[in-house]
């Protein structure tokens, strides 16, 4: 099991570092709205970095580190490491060729791929997207290859570094659209997030010198771990269609929608979604993997399920209230973090009805983020993946059904995205709860309790908003937005307390070893 010191600690630091990575990847979707807004040029550039993304995630995408991990660890945990490293140096070898092939393909299709995606933009805006898509294409190759590389270190017991890659890439993105802006126009644009992406991949090198890995030119495909790997990794893969999949229909049918500026207001209101969903949610999922992976290898299925459940807890104590704000403060948001610049109030109206709609399924999004997880250390890719391709297939029928049939515009999207995420979570939790037993009977309660406080919160909140006049300046904002969530965020602690919940418990805990320390 774990070392609950030092796991505080590095969960607190991995949060931490997360959270600067999303706030920094906010930062740059800030300054990219600012000078483009929803024009034809963020249409066309948001539709062109979508699609090395796509390829990304249908032919490697997350199946790299989960089904990477599990055989990684299954040879540490029988003291096999020089053996492992052989496997580790194999994998990585195999990613770079499959995503050298794959970005050459994309490059030579780029023109078609661009317009088919983007098929509702203007003639202008496809061709734009299509020469974008060309520089943007071996992003692939450096994700895959850092993908590779943060497997390694975890396994390794490093989570720091892993954590703050986003952060560094994010950070030289918020520079360029900071200080360079427009000033090479689009293309420029591009080619800085080209190089950012590579950066990804060098500031782990260190950490892996540390780690005393050292990287070999061999490929053994024929291996015992690359036959498991690829065993582990197809239904894996097909089980992570479910997002770009769903982000390419959406594409599509955006594009059609309000002369194409749907695309970029389903993109940015997406990517607050992610954004703040992501926080804990991938901290809290990556911490654990090569724990449960472990306990999985020894068939410690009780220790296994107990994490899991403990995991699956903390995720929608911090969901339930950020879903609730995201419900009620939608357009305060959507004005404070974009309303600037090129950005104006049209483009906050499409983006806030987006985000209320996707703000529906943060639920789902994160315990599937967290369960998955489950399965794969129990090498059971195929379940995720048949719940998944239902989802999929969920999401396809009811966004154009939405769209088309009911002429819902584009929150009809964003509606069909959130009832696929929560029902493939229901679906994974009730699969795997039979197996594990992470759900106990006096969770339920618990879980009643937390819907309660979040509903007492929501009831605050929206109360507040109700009162309060501000103007529309930048702390205006600010306040409109600050002052009911902290005032929400403060009931929903303090009924977690009173209704005396598990994570209430856990507080008052803290607070009395605090003191203790402190005495």
Wanted: charged fraction near 15%; proline fraction near 3%; glycine fraction near 8%.
């Amino acid at each position: 099991m774990l070392n609950v010191k030092n796991t505080i600690k590095t969960a607190g630091f991995m949060i931490m570092a997360t959270l600067l990575a999303k706030l920094a990847g906010m930062g740059r979707e800030v300054l990219f709205a600012s000078l483009y807004g929803t024009g034809g040029e963020a249409a066309a550039f948001l539709t062109a970095s979508r699609i090395p993304l796509l390829f990304f995630d249908i032919t490697l995408g997350s199946a790299i580190s989960a089904s990477f991990i599990p055989v990684f660890n299954e040879y540490l945990e029988h003291d096999k490491r020089n053996e492992a490293m052989k496997y580790a140096n194999t994998f990585i070898n195999a990613v770079l060729l499959i995503t050298s092939i794959l970005c050459a393909v994309g490059i030579f299709f780029a023109h078609p791929i661009a317009g088919w995606i983007g098929s509702g933009l203007a003639h202008s805006e496809k061709e734009l997207a299509s020469q974008l898509v060309i520089i943007l294409f071996p992003t692939m190759i450096f994700t895959g290859i850092a993908y590779a590389l943060t497997g390694i270190l975890q396994s390794l017991g490093e989570f720091n570094i892993p954590a703050a890659i986003s952060l560094v890439s994010n950070l030289m993105m918020m520079l360029y659209l900071l200080f360079v802006r427009d000033k090479f126009g689009i293309h420029g644009v591009a080619i800085a997030m080209l190089i950012s992406w590579g950066f990804q991949i060098l500031v782990q090198l260190p950490a892996l010198h540390k780690k005393k890995f050292i990287y070999r030119p061999v490929l053994h495909l024929k291996s015992d771990g690359m036959k498991k790997t690829v065993t582990l990794a197809l239904p894996i893969l097909i089980s992570s269609w479910v997002q770009p999949i769903n982000s390419t229909v959406n594409i599509y049918l955006a594009s059609f929608l309000n002369e194409g500026q749907a695309v970029a207001a389903l993109d940015y209101a997406n990517k607050l979604y992610i954004i703040f969903v992501g926080i804990l949610t991938y901290a809290v999922s990556n911490l654990i993997f090569p724990s449960i992976s472990r306990l999985a290898a020894g068939e410690h299925h009780v220790a296994l399920g107990q994490l899991l459940g403990k995991a699956l807890k903390i995720v929608l104590a911090v969901i339930l209230p950020v879903m609730t704000l995201f419900l009620l403060l939608r357009v305060p948001i959507v004005q404070f973090v974009y309303e600037r610049g090129e950005f104006n109030s049209q483009s906050t109206t499409l983006t806030a009805s987006a985000l209320l709609f996707y703000s529906l399924g943060m639920v789902g999004y994160a315990a599937s983020e967290i369960l998955n997880k489950g399965f794969y250390a129990l090498k059971d890719g195929k379940t995720p993946m048949y719940v998944a391709m239902g989802g999929i297939i969920l999401n396809i029928v009811l966004s154009f059904f939405f769209v088309r049939a009911c002429n819902t515009g584009l929150w009809g999207l964003a509606l069909a995205a959130s009832i696929a995420a929560n029902s493939i979570g229901m679906a994974l939790l009730l699969i795997l709860n039979k197996r594990l037993h992470i759900i106990k009977k006096q969770d339920y309660f618990n879980i009643v309790k937390l819907l309660l406080a979040s509903l007492v919160m929501g009831l605050v909140v929206y109360s507040i908003i109700t009162m309060l006049h501000f103007g529309n300046s930048l702390s205006d904002r600010f306040l409109t937005l600050s002052i009911p969530a902290t005032i929400g965020i403060i009931v929903y602690i303090l009924f977690l307390l009173i209704l005396r919940t598990d994570e209430g418990k856990d507080i008052v805990r803290l607070l009395h070893r605090k003191e203790r320390k402190e005495s």
